[in-house]
Each structure stands twice: as C-alpha cells, then as structure tokens.
C-alpha cells in the first residue's frame, strides 16, 4: 500500500462535473506541479473583455477554467495552447468557438457555437477534416488537457516509446486504467487515447491496435525509471533518465 498521488486511485469514479473537475486539478497540480493560488487565473475583466468582442457570453465551465488555472502556463502551454481570452474567435465556419491549438497549428479545440449557451458544453476538434467530437464536457476537455500538459511538462521525466501489440499488453495489465472517457487522437480520429497510472506514474496510450505510441511521465526519477523496468520500449527521449 502507497500513500502517493495515484491519478487512476483518484479517479477512481470518474469526474462527474464541473466541481469534481476543478477538485482533481487543484489535488493534480499539488502534487505533480505547484498548487493553484490567487493569481493562478485571468481577471473577470479579461473574460468580460472577450465575451464583449464576441457578442456572447462564454460558457460557466469555461469560465471557471480560466479564472481557475488560466495563467498557468505549466497547466495549459507546455505542449499544445490554452488561447488567451483576448484571442478567442469563432472558426471561419462560424460554427465553433475556438479555445485551444495544437503546438505546430495543425489541430484546434473548440466549442460548438450552437451549445455555447449550456453550462459544461460539448467539445470538438479538427485536424483539416473538418470538426469532429472530441469529450462531451469542457470541465473534461479542461481535464484532458492538464493531464497532457504536465505529461509533457519536464524535459527529464518524460520519454516516448512506440509500442507493438505485446508490449500493449504489458501496460494494460501492469497499470491502473484511469477511468476516464476513451477520446480520439488528434493524428488519427479512429483512434482513441486511453490513460493510466500508478503511484507518480502517469502514463497515455494513443492507439489500440497492432502498434501504439505511449508516453510516459514520471513524478521523480526512480518513478520513471520503474516505468522503463516494466516496458523495454524503445524510448525515444535521449535526455530522458534511462
């Protein structure tokens, strides 16, 4: 038995709205990054600001985010981008709101201007095909996005390994399935992201078929190196502590 920060122990029965949603960040950014404080979020002047160059209010989800976590760039930056509420505008469709790109530009995050008025909206993506569904709720598009943000958030304690079906396998049966919905790979729609854990182990599978990439976080050095035990991938980080 452990008392370490475990995301799939803490997730045990899944994020049920919004409050869950802010209570996981708050206990997940505690313990993988630094806690949220005053400061942590962007002024209701900010958010006014936006709303008013929209012609709309924003969503209550949305909202919370950025007044919750919004500066936080650690949270929300590392890899792709949570947009300032100063840059937010619909898509050229005029169907999305877009709040969230991918790093190179080649994929967006959005809500659907039709839903804009619900309280925890649907989200979509698009990566050149046109907008797709992504999660059913921002508050989980807000989870999502902290879990891949620190999963990406240190140059030394994360690595990369494409995985064959055995080693697939391995993963599955070695680490807790974090019970949080399946959602499809920005790269390749028909292909859903699943995560899992352990005790200052966060790992994220992308694929579910002969061949899937995963990426791993550790919270310290042995925790990864506990990871590289269990799966002889062929790590592609060479910064990282092999």
């Known amino acids: 038995m ?16 919004r409050a869950e949603a802010w209570r996981f960040i708050r206990a997940f950014a505690a313990e993988w990054t630094r806690p949220l404080r005053e ?18 209010e924003l969503p209550a989800a949305l909202r919370e985010a950025y007044l919750l976590f919004g500066r936080r760039d650690d949270l929300t930056r590392n890899q792709d981008r ?8 619909v898509d050229e469709s005029g169907e999305v709101l877009v709040f969230r790109d991918e790093n190179q530009g080649v994929a967006s995050w959005g809500i659907p201007v039709a839903d804009i008025a619900e309280l925890d909206p649907p989200v979509v993506m698009e990566h050149g095909e046109g907008w797709q569904p992504f999660l059913d709720r ?4 807000c989870v999502e996005m902290v879990l891949t943000e ?10 990369a390994a494409e995985l064959p079906a055995e080693l697939i396998s391995v993963v599955e049966a070695n680490y ?24 200052g182990q966060l790992l994220r599978l992308d694929g579910a078929g002969e061949w899937a990439w995963l990426f791993v976080r550790g919270r310290t050095a042995d925790d990864l190196r506990r990871i590289y035990g269990l799966i002889p991938g062929d790590w592609t980080l060479g910064n990282a502590l092999l």
Do not use: C, K
């Open 138 to 141: 921002v508050s989980l598009a």
């Open 39 to 56: 400061g942590d979020g962007v002024d209701h002047e900010e958010l006014r600001d936006a709303e008013q160059a929209l012609g709309f």
């Open 82 to 89: 949570l947009l300032p509420p100063r840059v937010l505008e």
């Open 176 to 199: 807790q399935r974090v019970n949080f919905p399946e959602y499809p790979m920005w790269s390749e729609p028909a292909e859903p992201v699943r995560w899992f854990s352990a005790p």
């Open 2 to 17: 452990t008392d370490r920060f475990d995301v799939g122990e803490v997730m045990l029965s899944g994020i049920g709205g």
């Open 150 to 159: 620190v999963l990406f958030g240190s140059e030394y304690l994360e690595n």
